[in-house]
């Protein structure tokens, strides 16, 4: 094992791990960590994981990263080119396995706000964010798993203000009720934790990373977690992983440029910019 990873590059391999051989993923717009998960599985342990970013682009071998997953640059080895209308479309027949979603605001049942803060003070919003172009996709992928490259109390909050993608709703049952038949949020991943849901779906921590302290963790969620620590600790990066990443991957460097330091001491995880 090897310590020296930023923290991009962490939430990458975990996010990687979760993936499974067959399955069809889709990704946002402003995914790099997701994208790069996706493209690592594929090296690795998920050869037929099939990848289609927003712009339709299938199975794309750029031989490095691009910030955007609707960069055009994408395109050239691809496997197939499709639309958006194409995208929509196999997401109402039920064939999208794996949706990843990041937030402005996570709250604890995994309900995702992407739309705007601050709207208690009235109808404009303090902070106005990019929004979804479907927002089905949260309702009909087979599974979501949630990321985010901040975690503070105001990413991680109890209640969403805007409910743009439904993940749990208000826990326990309240998902099913509505009529909504995928398992939704099952996982989070963040530069601090790894997040799963318990039985009332509510979020909880399954691991913390390395160097990174539980009453760290306490004091940047904005909600209460359900278990108590001592929690267990996120198995790191393999050297493997890390190769595979670094030269099949990420061949320039951009997970590299996201985070200012390495992963290795506490102040590491809340420095990566959002």
Known sequence: M???????????????????????????????????????????????????????????????????????????????????????????????DVMFYGGIQIDRHGNINLTATGLEHGPKPAFRGPGLANTSFAVVSGRIILFSSTHTPRTFVDQVEYLTAAGHLQGGTSRADA?????GPVLCITPLVTFDFDEEHSMRVRSVHSDVSDEQVIAQTGFE????????RTPPPSTAELHALRHLVDTTGELRAQSRIPVRGSSAATTSPR
Do not use: K
């Open 225 to 232: 977690l359900p278990t108590r620590p001592p929690w267990p």
């Open 179 to 183: 009529g909504i038949t995928t398992a």
């Open 2 to 96: 090897t310590t020296d990873y930023t923290s991009a590059e962490l939430m990458t391999v975990l996010l990687a791990r979760e993936l499974c051989n067959g399955e069809l993923a889709v990704t946002g717009a402003s995914s790099l960590v997701p994208v790069a998960a996706c493209l690592l599985a594929q090296q690795t342990h998920a050869p037929d994981l099939t990848l289609i970013l927003p712009s339709g682009v299938v199975n794309p071998r750029p031989g490095r990263l691009y910030r955007s997953a609707s960069d055009g640059r994408w395109v050239p080895g691809a496997e197939a080119i499709g639309s958006g209308y194409d995208l929509f479309e196999m997401s109402e027949n039920g064939r999208l």
